[in-house]
Structure formats: structure tokens, C-alpha cells
């Protein structure tokens, strides 16, 4: 019996009858008491395109849990709506919403003595959120992707949402009609699913599948296909057979399962916010893992696939050409995977993969060939130096140059950085500093999208660069740097640069380096003083209060008793 059984069991005598009563309001009846409860966190909404489908996979993995024997219990978790945020004031509230639908999941399953949960979400931080939930209930669980979206098509090209925020750099930049950016506009998002390149939720869903915490081929399909509502009710099965066996997310969740994870996210070419979210589930199981490891498997692991943002294909080619078991078997093959880490289902990985193929069909060029690569390494760089002694995280697929010197442009918030790129006023050579925009500062660690993409839609992607102790989103390609640790509010070396400041980034050396002298430094850090908090109360007054650095996840429970 699971040991919340059995605590159930011990206080049935004084308890009996009320909490019977109750249950049976909502359903049970006398043959159900002994049954597994199951909770399902589904993660239904219309706010955004990637979770407006889930209500229906939400109730597909009812019915299978009824069939398998067990009492499913559903409730409702929050989302927002990265795409629609972004570039806003209400983007704060994203990498949030990660700590929020934590805390509910983990508030409902604690508080309901559930014996397992099933947890089905769409857009970015759902994935990372409802997984970080289940590594602190260490409870039987099993995520289930919402789904990816399908692409748009204009002009006999594939669209995504990252479609349109380029577009709008390249109407300002006078390469586009006004009646092109509103044709890209309405075309982009066909329907329901999650942003349709290897941006962050894909990315986030594929390290789920690596890690075994959801069903193999799960992470790639489409929101809309029934082979995805077919998935949520086996994915029911499954779990209550885990429940059965006691097969614990620790079991699953280990540095084996994490190091899968990471080698897949580069195989994939992945977003940069996979870092930050492995990092966070790693400390909510208990798991060692830092940047360095990032940096030790991206040397051994190429980019496979040939995927947006930086690419040209979208997750549903990814899957039509073999999903992420044909790029996981790839790596097994050559000893780039733990093939004896679990999964849910009970099987190891090496079992789960044994039928899958050697190679990929040579008949599409999604998935390359073992000896023609995209990259030859991964991807995601860790990147240190004065201006980012914690580290930063930079994603180098599709850049030119990986490294650049030049004259800072010093911006104190996303907004004023874009109107800059769109006034004409960053020029070829410049290295574009965002800050106050981290965990703390920001607070929640904006994704610059907007700025990105109008660099890009300029055609400033290969000659600008761009760094920030916020965050990017999965969208984003170009010289870039990231979650810059320590971030500007704690008084990072960030929160000293100066307009026209040499910085050099340089990608091959994993350097980021402001290039003043330390005694110039040492006068500047004596004078700064920290901003006051944006916020004095409220979700994200508490949220800044807590939080820890972006190099340890941006965690909201680290060292709080110390």
C-alpha cells in the first residue's frame, strides 16, 4: 500500500465518516475508497494558444485512469502566456508563474494525502513548474505535454510566433510593407499548441522525455492530433502502474536522468532557459548540477537537428522524422547517454530505445546524419569573465562571429533598448547592455525576444551584440548572453558599465570580460548604491525577496533558514 494509503488508513477511525462524505460528493462510492487517488493538474486555459487544448487531453487521461483502476481527482493550475507578454510590463510575471504553479501543484497533492499526479501543461514554464512540484512531493508522477502547435504558412514558408516578432524589426528597418508584417501576423499561429520551433517549451518537454518523466515521442506531437490524446490515456496507465510499483521521481530524477536531459537539449539545439530550469528541478530533488556541466557535455555533443529558431524546421518535422528517441538513440549509440537510467514506465532507457532505428531515414535532413552534424559541439556556452563571474549562458548556433568587441550601448530596461534598435540608434559593432532586468532587479528576469528579433530583423544579427542578467526566450538567435550572474540589483560587475565601455564576448573562449581596469572598478563599485525594490509588495515583491541567483536556477527556497 503507498505509504499516503496507509497514513490514510491509520487515521480512519477517527476520520472516517467526514472524509467519506466528502468524496463521495464528488464521486466515490464503496468500491472506490481502496483505489489509488490520483491527482490531475491540468493546466486548461484559453489565456494562450499552447494551453487551450489540454482540457480535452486533460479529460482522455481521466477516462484512462478510471479504466486502469484509480480515482482521478482533477484540479486546475495558472499559466500566462509568455508570447503575449512578452515585451511588457507582464512579462515579470513569467519565470513566476514557474514558482506559483510549483507551489500549487505541490499544495494540492501534499494537502489532498494524493498517491500519485499527473500533470499536463502547454506553455513555457508549465513544464519546469509542474516538474519541480513533483521532485518536491516525491510522489509517483508522469508529465504530459500539451503539444506543439502546427506551423503557419505565408508565401510558401513556414511560420512561428518568432515569425512575427522579426517582422516587426524588419518593417522598421524598411525591408518589409506594412501588409507583409500584417500577413505574417495573421498567419503565424494557425491554432492550439505551444510555440512550434525548438524554442523553450519544446525544448523543456524533449528534456522531460530524455529524463523518462514522460512517454517516448510525447514531447514532439502535435496539440492537435489525436495521437496526442491517445498519449494523455496511456500516460494514465503508466502511472497508476508506477503508483502500483512505487516507481518514486528520485528513481527518475537522478544525475544520470539530468545528464540525458542536458545531452538531448544539445543535440536538439535547444533554448538557453533549459539551463535555468534543470538547475532549478536539480535543487528541488536534491541533485548536484551546476553550469560547469552544461559546459562538460555541450564539448561532447553535437547539434544534431536542424531546428528554429536558428534552423529551418519545426518540432512537428522533428517528430515526422523520428522525435526525440531517434536523436537519443544517436547518442546512446556512442555512449553519450546513461542507458541504465529509469523511466516511468519501469523500463531503463537502453530498453526503451531498443527498437528505435541506428540512424535516421536518409530521407530528410531534420535530423542530420552522425557525421554531418549542424555543430560539431553543442550549442549552449557557459560563458565567465569580470562581467559575469557566477557565469552567463550564450546560445551560438547560427552566429557568424562568435566573438565581438566593441563600444557598450547601455540601456536600464528592455523597453528603452528597443526603442534604440528601432530608432536606428544601435549600429554594426556595438555590444548592447540590459540591465536591472534579473531575478532580483527585474524582478523575474524578462526574456528579450523584442529586442532580439528587431537586431535581427535589422540585420544587425551577425555585427551586434547583446548581453543581460535577464533572460531570452527559446526564439531567440544572434550574439547573445544571458542570465549574467551577478545580476545589476545585487551589485554585479553589469550594474558598472559605462556607454562606450569595451566588452569583449567571446564564444570559442567562453570569456565575457568588461574591459576597464580593475582600479576603475574598484572606484565605480564603491560608489554604486542598489536600486530601491520596483515592487514594495505583492506577488513579485515576494518573488524578489526570495529569490536566489540564475546561476543556481532562481530558486524561491534556497538556504531560507540560514
Known sequence: MPENRKSRAITEGVQRSPNRAMLRAVGFGDKDFVKPIVGLANGHSTITPCNMGI?????????????????????????????????????????????????????????????????IGGCDKNMPGATIAIARLNIPAIF??????????????????????????????????????????????????????????????????????????????????????????????????????????????????????????????????????????????????????????????????????????????????????????????????????????GQTIAEVLADVPAAPSPDQDVIRQWDNPMYRQGHLAILKGNLAVEGAVAKISGVKNPKITGPARVFESEEDCLSAILDGKVVAGDVVVVRYEGPVGGPGMREMLAPTSAIIGAGLGDSVGLITDGRFSGGTYGMVVGHVAPEAAVGGTIALVKEGDSITIDAEQRLLQLNVPEEELAQRRAAWQPPQPRYQKGTLAKYAKLVSSSSLGAVTDLDLFS
Open 55 to 119: 482540457g480535452k487531453l486533460a479529460e482522455r487521461a481521466e477516462s484512462g485512469f478510471k479504466q486502469a483502476g484509480a480515482m482521478p481527482q482533477m484540479f486546475g493550475t495558472i499559466t500566462i502566456s509568455d508570447g503575449i507578454s512578452m515585451g511588457t510590463e507582464g512579462m515579470k510575471y513569467s519565470l513566476v508563474s514557474r514558482e506559483v504553479i510549483a507551489d500549487s501543484i505541490e499544495t494540492v497533492c501534499g494537502g489532498q494525502s494524493l498517491d500519485g499526479v499527473l500533470a
Open 144 to 345: 504530459v505535454y500539451g503539444g506543439t502547435i502546427k506551423p503557419g504558412h505565408l508565401d510558401g514558408r513556414d511560420l512561428t510566433v518568432v515569425s512575427s516578432f522579426e517582422a516587426v524589426g524588419e518593417f522598421s528597418a524598411g525591408k518589409i510593407s506594412e501588409e507583409e508584417l500584417m500577413n505574417v501576423e495573421r498567419n503565424a499561429c494557425p491554432g492550439a499548441g505551444s510555440c512550434g520551433g525548438m524554442y523553450t517549451a519544446n525544448t523543456m518537454s524533449s528534456a522531460i522525455e530524455a529524463m523518462g518523466l514522460s512517454l517516448p515521442y510525447s514531447s514532439t506531437m502535435a496539440a492537435e492530433d489525436e495521437e496526442k490524446a491517445e498519449s494523455a490515456e496511456k500516460s494514465a496507465f503508466v502511472l497508476v502502474e508506477a503508483i502500483r510499483k512505487q516507481i518514486l521521481p528520485s528513481h527518475i530524477l537522478t544525475r544520470k536522468g539530468f545528464e540525458n536531459a542536458i545531452a538531448a537539449i544539445m543535440a536538439v539545439g535547444g533554448s538557453t532557459n533549459s539551463v535555468l530550469h534543470l538547475l532549478a528541478i536539480a535543487h528541488a530533488i536534491g541533485v548536484e548540477l551546476s553550469l560547469d556541466d552544461f559546459e562538460t557535455i555541450r564539448e561532447r555533443v553535437p547539434v544534431l537537428c536542424d531546428l528554429k529558431p536558428s534552423g529551418r524546421y519545426v518540432a512537428t518535422d522533428l517528430h515526422k522524422a523520428g522525435g526525440i528517441p531517434q536523436v537519443m538513440k544517436m547518442l546512446l549509440d556512442r555512449g553519450l547517454l546513461h542507458g541504465d537510467a529509469l523511466t516511468v514506465s
